[in-house]
Protein backbone atom coordinates (compact mmCIF):
# COMPACT_ATOMS: atom_id res chain seq x y z
CA UNK A 1 0.00 0.00 0.00
CA UNK A 2 0.98 3.52 -0.75
CA UNK A 3 2.00 5.57 2.41
CA UNK A 4 1.32 9.26 2.88
CA UNK A 5 2.27 11.34 5.45
CA UNK A 6 -0.20 14.39 6.16
CA UNK A 7 1.95 17.38 7.38
CA UNK A 8 -0.30 20.14 9.11
CA UNK A 9 -0.53 21.86 12.21
CA UNK A 10 -4.41 21.95 12.26
CA UNK A 11 -6.25 18.30 13.42
CA UNK A 12 -9.55 19.42 11.48
CA UNK A 13 -7.11 19.46 7.89
CA UNK A 14 -5.49 16.47 9.01
CA UNK A 15 -8.31 14.55 9.32
CA UNK A 16 -10.43 15.63 6.18
CA UNK A 17 -6.87 14.86 4.14
CA UNK A 18 -7.09 11.58 6.04
CA UNK A 19 -9.94 11.21 4.60
CA UNK A 20 -9.74 11.91 1.20
CA UNK A 21 -6.36 10.11 0.69
CA UNK A 22 -7.63 6.66 2.22
CA UNK A 23 -10.92 6.55 0.08
CA UNK A 24 -7.83 6.64 -2.92
CA UNK A 25 -5.76 3.77 -1.12
CA UNK A 26 -3.22 5.56 0.88
CA UNK A 27 -2.08 4.54 4.32
CA UNK A 28 -1.91 7.65 6.17
CA UNK A 29 0.50 8.62 8.92
CA UNK A 30 0.17 12.65 10.18
CA UNK A 31 2.24 15.12 11.59
CA UNK A 32 1.51 18.11 13.04
CA UNK A 33 4.68 20.71 12.20
CA UNK A 34 8.23 20.08 10.21
CA UNK A 35 9.98 18.73 13.08
CA UNK A 36 7.37 15.81 13.58
CA UNK A 37 7.48 15.19 9.94
CA UNK A 38 11.54 14.76 9.44
CA UNK A 39 11.46 12.39 12.07
CA UNK A 40 8.80 10.30 10.29
CA UNK A 41 10.73 10.70 6.70
CA UNK A 42 14.06 9.48 9.09
CA UNK A 43 12.07 6.37 10.70
CA UNK A 44 10.11 5.68 7.19
CA UNK A 45 10.52 7.21 4.21
CA UNK A 46 6.91 8.13 2.84
CA UNK A 47 5.81 7.99 -1.10
CA UNK A 48 3.98 11.42 -0.30
CA UNK A 49 3.80 14.11 1.71
CA UNK A 50 0.63 16.83 1.62
CA UNK A 51 2.54 19.45 3.37
CA UNK A 52 1.06 22.53 5.02
CA UNK A 53 3.19 25.90 5.14
CA UNK A 54 2.89 27.86 8.24
CA UNK A 55 3.43 25.53 11.33
CA UNK A 56 5.01 25.84 14.19
CA UNK A 57 8.23 24.74 15.76
CA UNK A 58 9.55 23.80 11.51
CA UNK A 59 7.82 25.74 8.61
CA UNK A 60 6.73 23.31 5.70
CA UNK A 61 9.43 25.12 3.55
CA UNK A 62 12.10 24.48 6.04
CA UNK A 63 11.32 20.89 5.99
CA UNK A 64 10.82 20.81 2.52
CA UNK A 65 14.76 22.11 2.20
CA UNK A 66 15.80 19.70 5.06
CA UNK A 67 13.77 16.67 3.50
CA UNK A 68 15.73 17.09 -0.09
CA UNK A 69 19.05 17.10 1.54
CA UNK A 70 18.40 14.12 3.41
CA UNK A 71 19.56 10.50 2.12
CA UNK A 72 16.29 9.36 0.00
CA UNK A 73 15.15 12.41 0.79
CA UNK A 74 14.19 13.44 -2.96
CA UNK A 75 12.06 10.32 -3.32
CA UNK A 76 8.77 11.17 -1.93
CA UNK A 77 6.39 13.35 -4.15
CA UNK A 78 5.75 16.30 -2.10
CA UNK A 79 2.45 18.34 -2.53
CA UNK A 80 1.92 21.76 -0.80
CA UNK A 81 -1.56 21.95 0.75
CA UNK A 82 -1.45 26.01 2.17
CA UNK A 83 -3.59 29.48 2.18
CA UNK A 84 -0.74 31.12 0.73
CA UNK A 85 -1.35 31.29 -3.03
CA UNK A 86 0.51 34.46 -4.35
CA UNK A 87 2.84 33.15 -6.88
CA UNK A 88 5.85 34.64 -4.75
CA UNK A 89 4.87 31.28 -2.49
CA UNK A 90 4.47 29.22 -5.06
CA UNK A 91 7.44 29.66 -6.75
CA UNK A 92 9.54 29.28 -3.72
CA UNK A 93 7.88 26.08 -2.37
CA UNK A 94 9.10 24.94 -6.49
CA UNK A 95 12.64 26.07 -6.19
CA UNK A 96 12.42 23.93 -3.17
CA UNK A 97 11.47 20.71 -4.70
CA UNK A 98 7.90 20.64 -4.44
CA UNK A 99 6.31 18.78 -7.05
CA UNK A 100 2.75 19.93 -6.78
CA UNK A 101 0.82 22.88 -5.41
CA UNK A 102 -3.00 23.34 -3.51
CA UNK A 103 -4.15 26.27 -2.66
CA UNK A 104 -6.42 26.08 0.46
CA UNK A 105 -9.54 25.80 0.33
CA UNK A 106 -9.37 22.65 -1.78
CA UNK A 107 -11.87 19.96 -2.51
CA UNK A 108 -11.42 16.09 -2.38
CA UNK A 109 -11.24 16.19 -6.20
CA UNK A 110 -8.48 19.10 -6.30
CA UNK A 111 -6.38 17.10 -3.48
CA UNK A 112 -7.23 13.52 -5.82
CA UNK A 113 -6.14 15.25 -8.99
CA UNK A 114 -3.13 17.18 -7.55
CA UNK A 115 -1.61 14.10 -6.35
CA UNK A 116 -2.19 12.36 -10.03
CA UNK A 117 -0.81 15.36 -11.64
CA UNK A 118 2.36 14.84 -9.70
CA UNK A 119 2.46 11.22 -10.93
CA UNK A 120 1.05 9.50 -7.89
CA UNK B 1 -42.47 23.36 -11.77
CA UNK B 2 -45.32 21.53 -13.28
CA UNK B 3 -44.69 18.78 -15.72
CA UNK B 4 -46.06 21.02 -17.95
CA UNK B 5 -43.21 24.20 -17.31
CA UNK B 6 -40.55 21.03 -17.16
CA UNK B 7 -42.04 20.04 -20.61
CA UNK B 8 -41.68 23.29 -22.21
CA UNK B 9 -37.80 23.64 -21.16
CA UNK B 10 -37.16 20.24 -22.42
CA UNK B 11 -38.59 21.11 -25.93
CA UNK B 12 -37.25 24.89 -26.03
CA UNK B 13 -33.51 23.19 -25.41
CA UNK B 14 -34.56 20.35 -27.83
CA UNK B 15 -35.55 22.48 -30.65
CA UNK B 16 -33.10 25.61 -30.25
CA UNK B 17 -29.63 23.57 -29.49
CA UNK B 18 -30.49 20.09 -30.05
CA UNK B 19 -29.84 18.76 -26.65
CA UNK B 20 -31.51 15.98 -24.91
CA UNK B 21 -32.35 16.77 -21.72
CA UNK B 22 -33.94 14.44 -19.22
CA UNK B 23 -37.69 15.24 -18.21
CA UNK B 24 -37.11 13.75 -15.05
CA UNK B 25 -34.31 16.09 -13.85
CA UNK B 26 -36.27 18.20 -12.45
CA UNK B 27 -34.14 19.38 -10.26
CA UNK B 28 -31.28 20.14 -12.46
CA UNK B 29 -33.71 22.14 -14.76
CA UNK B 30 -35.12 24.54 -11.74
CA UNK B 31 -31.48 24.93 -10.89
CA UNK B 32 -30.24 26.00 -14.06
CA UNK B 33 -33.31 28.70 -14.73
CA UNK B 34 -33.52 29.95 -11.35
CA UNK B 35 -30.48 32.07 -11.39
CA UNK B 36 -31.64 33.47 -15.18
CA UNK B 37 -34.81 34.05 -13.55
CA UNK B 38 -33.41 36.41 -10.79
CA UNK B 39 -31.31 37.79 -13.23
CA UNK B 40 -34.26 38.88 -15.49
CA UNK B 41 -36.63 39.96 -13.14
CA UNK B 42 -39.05 37.16 -12.57
CA UNK B 43 -40.46 36.15 -9.25
CA UNK B 44 -39.95 32.44 -10.24
CA UNK B 45 -38.77 29.95 -12.89
CA UNK B 46 -42.83 29.28 -13.50
CA UNK B 47 -43.18 33.43 -14.02
CA UNK B 48 -40.04 33.20 -16.32
CA UNK B 49 -41.49 30.04 -18.37
CA UNK B 50 -44.52 31.80 -18.56
CA UNK B 51 -43.41 35.00 -19.68
CA UNK B 52 -41.41 32.96 -22.40
CA UNK B 53 -44.65 31.27 -23.58
CA UNK B 54 -46.36 34.77 -23.86
CA UNK B 55 -43.93 36.84 -25.19
CA UNK B 56 -41.74 34.56 -27.43
CA UNK B 57 -38.57 36.62 -26.61
CA UNK B 58 -35.81 35.29 -28.65
CA UNK B 59 -33.04 36.95 -26.08
CA UNK B 60 -35.32 35.90 -22.97
CA UNK B 61 -35.34 32.04 -24.61
CA UNK B 62 -31.66 31.88 -25.58
CA UNK B 63 -31.06 33.03 -21.75
CA UNK B 64 -32.67 29.69 -20.80
CA UNK B 65 -31.34 27.31 -23.48
CA UNK B 66 -27.75 28.79 -22.37
CA UNK B 67 -27.98 28.09 -19.08
CA UNK B 68 -30.21 24.55 -19.65
CA UNK B 69 -26.87 23.78 -22.85
CA UNK B 70 -24.38 24.52 -19.95
CA UNK B 71 -21.58 21.59 -19.72
CA UNK B 72 -19.06 20.97 -17.41
CA UNK B 73 -15.73 21.65 -18.07
CA UNK B 74 -11.97 22.18 -16.98
CA UNK B 75 -8.16 22.64 -17.88
CA UNK B 76 -6.97 19.80 -19.66
CA UNK B 77 -9.49 17.72 -19.09
CA UNK B 78 -9.35 13.75 -19.87
CA UNK B 79 -5.26 14.82 -19.65
CA UNK B 80 -5.17 11.59 -22.71
CA UNK B 81 -6.34 13.78 -25.57
CA UNK B 82 -3.73 17.00 -25.07
CA UNK B 83 -0.87 14.92 -24.52
CA UNK B 84 -1.64 13.45 -27.63
CA UNK B 85 -2.36 16.82 -29.60
CA UNK B 86 1.55 17.98 -28.25
CA UNK B 87 3.59 15.02 -28.98
CA UNK B 88 1.65 13.21 -32.16
CA UNK B 89 -1.88 15.44 -33.81
CA UNK B 90 0.35 18.59 -33.80
CA UNK B 91 3.60 17.94 -34.98
CA UNK B 92 2.41 15.32 -38.21
CA UNK B 93 0.09 17.64 -38.63
CA UNK B 94 2.78 20.46 -38.98
CA UNK B 95 4.66 18.15 -41.00
CA UNK B 96 2.36 17.90 -43.36
CA UNK B 97 1.27 21.47 -43.44
CA UNK B 98 4.71 22.70 -44.41
CA UNK B 99 5.21 26.07 -42.37
CA UNK B 100 1.29 26.89 -42.97
CA UNK B 101 -0.33 27.01 -39.57
CA UNK B 102 -1.91 23.91 -37.92
CA UNK B 103 -5.69 25.25 -37.59
CA UNK B 104 -7.45 24.38 -34.18
CA UNK B 105 -11.37 25.04 -32.58
CA UNK B 106 -12.60 24.07 -29.40
CA UNK B 107 -16.32 24.04 -31.03
CA UNK B 108 -17.53 24.08 -27.76
CA UNK B 109 -15.45 25.94 -25.54
CA UNK B 110 -17.82 26.74 -22.86
CA UNK B 111 -15.75 29.15 -20.10
CA UNK B 112 -12.55 28.12 -21.90
CA UNK B 113 -10.81 25.76 -20.34
CA UNK B 114 -10.21 23.31 -23.22
CA UNK B 115 -9.04 26.47 -25.53
CA UNK B 116 -6.48 27.88 -23.04
CA UNK B 117 -5.01 24.38 -22.02
CA UNK B 118 -4.40 24.08 -26.26
CA UNK B 119 -3.34 27.51 -26.16
CA UNK B 120 -0.30 26.53 -23.42
CA UNK B 121 0.81 23.87 -25.99
CA UNK B 122 0.76 25.58 -28.85
CA UNK B 123 3.36 28.47 -26.87
CA UNK B 124 5.07 24.84 -25.59
CA UNK B 125 5.25 23.93 -28.96
CA UNK B 126 6.40 26.75 -30.00
CA UNK B 127 9.27 27.28 -28.17
CA UNK B 128 10.23 23.59 -28.88
CA UNK B 129 10.29 24.62 -32.64
CA UNK B 130 9.77 28.30 -33.86
CA UNK B 131 8.29 27.04 -37.17
CA UNK B 132 5.70 25.38 -35.53
CA UNK B 133 2.10 27.76 -36.23
CA UNK B 134 -0.77 27.12 -34.50
CA UNK B 135 -4.24 28.99 -35.07
CA UNK B 136 -6.54 28.49 -32.26
CA UNK B 137 -10.59 29.75 -32.69
CA UNK B 138 -13.27 28.65 -29.83
CA UNK B 139 -16.71 29.20 -30.10
CA UNK B 140 -19.40 28.25 -27.82
CA UNK B 141 -23.59 28.37 -27.88
CA UNK B 142 -23.25 30.65 -24.61
CA UNK B 143 -22.40 34.23 -24.93
CA UNK B 144 -22.28 34.38 -20.90
CA UNK B 145 -19.81 31.54 -21.68
CA UNK B 146 -18.26 32.99 -24.50
CA UNK B 147 -17.49 36.16 -22.00
CA UNK B 148 -16.63 34.41 -19.60
CA UNK B 149 -13.57 32.64 -21.21
CA UNK B 150 -12.52 35.99 -23.48
CA UNK B 151 -12.00 37.23 -19.69
CA UNK B 152 -9.74 34.93 -18.79
CA UNK B 153 -10.84 35.04 -15.21
CA UNK B 154 -10.77 31.50 -13.01
CA UNK B 155 -11.52 31.34 -9.72
CA UNK B 156 -9.64 29.52 -7.12
CA UNK B 157 -11.42 25.94 -7.64
CA UNK B 158 -11.96 26.71 -11.31
CA UNK B 159 -7.82 26.95 -11.53
CA UNK B 160 -7.08 24.21 -9.38
CA UNK B 161 -9.34 21.57 -11.55
CA UNK B 162 -6.63 19.82 -13.91
CA UNK B 163 -4.14 22.73 -14.44
CA UNK B 164 -0.72 21.65 -13.04
CA UNK B 165 0.94 24.47 -11.02
CA UNK B 166 3.91 24.81 -13.11
CA UNK B 167 1.94 25.84 -16.09
CA UNK B 168 0.16 27.95 -13.46
CA UNK B 169 3.00 29.99 -12.76
CA UNK B 170 3.99 30.47 -16.21
CA UNK B 171 0.75 31.34 -18.17
CA UNK B 172 -1.51 32.94 -15.04
CA UNK B 173 -1.19 36.33 -12.91
CA UNK B 174 -2.96 36.74 -9.74
CA UNK B 175 -5.88 39.34 -9.69
CA UNK B 176 -7.16 39.88 -6.77
CA UNK B 177 -9.13 36.86 -5.94
CA UNK B 178 -8.41 35.01 -9.04
CA UNK B 179 -5.93 34.30 -11.64
CA UNK B 180 -6.08 35.70 -15.30
CA UNK B 181 -4.68 33.74 -18.35
CA UNK B 182 -1.41 36.02 -19.55
CA UNK B 183 -2.08 38.23 -22.93
CA UNK B 184 0.13 36.29 -24.93
CA UNK B 185 -1.66 33.38 -24.54
CA UNK B 186 -5.19 35.04 -24.42
CA UNK B 187 -4.63 36.52 -27.69
CA UNK B 188 -3.94 33.48 -29.92
CA UNK B 189 -7.60 32.49 -29.40
CA UNK B 190 -10.29 33.77 -31.73
CA UNK B 191 -13.64 33.59 -30.49
CA UNK B 192 -17.22 32.65 -32.04
CA UNK B 193 -20.36 32.17 -30.85
CA UNK B 194 -21.99 29.73 -33.00
CA UNK B 195 -24.47 27.07 -32.28
CA UNK B 196 -23.45 23.58 -33.89
CA UNK B 197 -26.82 22.77 -34.98
CA UNK B 198 -27.74 25.85 -36.86
CA UNK B 199 -25.08 24.77 -39.38
CA UNK B 200 -21.59 25.92 -39.72
CA UNK B 201 -21.38 28.20 -42.48
CA UNK B 202 -18.11 30.17 -43.86
CA UNK B 203 -16.45 29.11 -40.95
CA UNK B 204 -13.26 28.29 -42.94
CA UNK B 205 -11.07 24.94 -42.29
CA UNK B 206 -9.77 23.11 -39.55
CA UNK B 207 -7.07 20.14 -39.00
CA UNK B 208 -8.25 19.58 -35.28
CA UNK B 209 -11.68 19.81 -33.67
CA UNK B 210 -12.29 19.26 -30.41
CA UNK B 211 -16.09 18.59 -29.58
CA UNK B 212 -16.04 17.21 -26.22
CA UNK B 213 -19.26 16.27 -24.20
CA UNK B 214 -21.50 17.76 -26.44
CA UNK B 215 -22.58 15.83 -29.32
CA UNK B 216 -23.39 12.47 -26.86
CA UNK B 217 -26.14 15.04 -25.04
CA UNK B 218 -27.81 15.58 -28.27
CA UNK B 219 -30.64 14.23 -29.93
CA UNK B 220 -29.72 11.62 -32.47
CA UNK B 221 -30.79 13.93 -35.51
CA UNK B 222 -28.73 16.81 -34.22
CA UNK B 223 -25.50 14.50 -33.70
CA UNK B 224 -25.96 13.50 -37.65
CA UNK B 225 -26.20 16.76 -38.90
CA UNK B 226 -23.21 18.13 -36.71
CA UNK B 227 -21.04 15.15 -37.49
CA UNK B 228 -21.58 15.97 -40.90
CA UNK B 229 -21.20 19.81 -40.71
CA UNK B 230 -17.93 18.89 -38.76
CA UNK B 231 -16.58 16.28 -41.26
CA UNK B 232 -17.37 19.10 -43.65
CA UNK B 233 -15.13 21.54 -42.02
CA UNK B 234 -11.86 19.40 -40.83
CA UNK B 235 -9.20 19.28 -43.62
CA UNK B 236 -9.14 15.35 -45.04
CA UNK B 237 -5.99 14.33 -42.56
CA UNK B 238 -7.80 16.53 -39.99
CA UNK B 239 -8.97 14.82 -36.84
CA UNK B 240 -11.89 15.23 -34.78
CA UNK B 241 -11.43 15.00 -30.69
CA UNK B 242 -14.11 13.66 -28.60
CA UNK B 243 -14.61 12.93 -24.88
CA UNK B 244 -12.64 9.99 -23.97
CA UNK B 245 -15.43 8.40 -22.26
CA UNK B 246 -17.92 9.37 -25.16
CA UNK B 247 -19.96 7.33 -27.23
CA UNK B 248 -21.94 8.68 -29.96
CA UNK B 249 -24.63 6.69 -31.89
CA UNK B 250 -25.21 9.65 -34.40
CA UNK B 251 -21.69 9.86 -35.45
CA UNK B 252 -22.72 7.70 -38.35
CA UNK B 253 -20.67 7.05 -41.46
CA UNK B 254 -19.00 10.85 -41.31
CA UNK B 255 -16.59 9.32 -39.34
CA UNK B 256 -14.42 6.79 -38.33
CA UNK B 257 -12.68 5.81 -34.84
CA UNK B 258 -8.55 6.00 -34.94
CA UNK B 259 -7.82 2.14 -33.55
CA UNK B 260 -5.70 2.23 -30.37
CA UNK B 261 -6.63 6.45 -29.60
CA UNK B 262 -9.59 6.54 -27.65
CA UNK B 263 -12.03 9.49 -28.38
CA UNK B 264 -10.29 10.20 -32.06
CA UNK B 265 -11.45 10.60 -35.11
CA UNK B 266 -10.58 11.26 -38.62
CA UNK B 267 -13.36 11.70 -41.67
CA UNK B 268 -13.93 8.03 -43.72
CA UNK B 269 -13.26 9.03 -47.43
CA UNK B 270 -16.15 6.62 -47.92
CA UNK B 271 -18.18 9.17 -46.99
CA UNK B 272 -16.92 11.97 -48.41
CA UNK B 273 -17.27 10.33 -51.83
CA UNK B 274 -20.49 10.03 -51.22
CA UNK B 275 -21.28 13.88 -50.30
CA UNK B 276 -19.40 14.68 -53.15
Redesign the interface.
Known sequence: MRTCLVVDDSRVIRKVARRILEDVGYEIAEAADGMEALAWCRAAMPDAILLDWNMPVMTGIEFLRRLRAEPGGDAPVVVFCTVENDPVHIKEALEAGANEYVMKPFDGDIIVEKFAEAGL | MNAEEVAMAVSLTRARAGLRLAPEKTYFIESRLAPVARREGFESVSDLLAAIRARRDEALIWAAVEALAAGETCFFRDRTPFVLFKTELAPQLAAARRGRSVRIWSAACATGQEIYSLAMLADELAMEDPELQIELAASDLSGLALERAQSGLYD??EI???L???R??RYF??VDDHWRICPEVRRRVRWRRINLVAGLKAIGRFDVVFCRYVLSSMTEEAQRKVAQELAGVLAEDGFLVLGLKESVAGLGEAFQPVVGRPGLYRRNPAFRAAAA
Open positions: QFQRGPIRLVEK
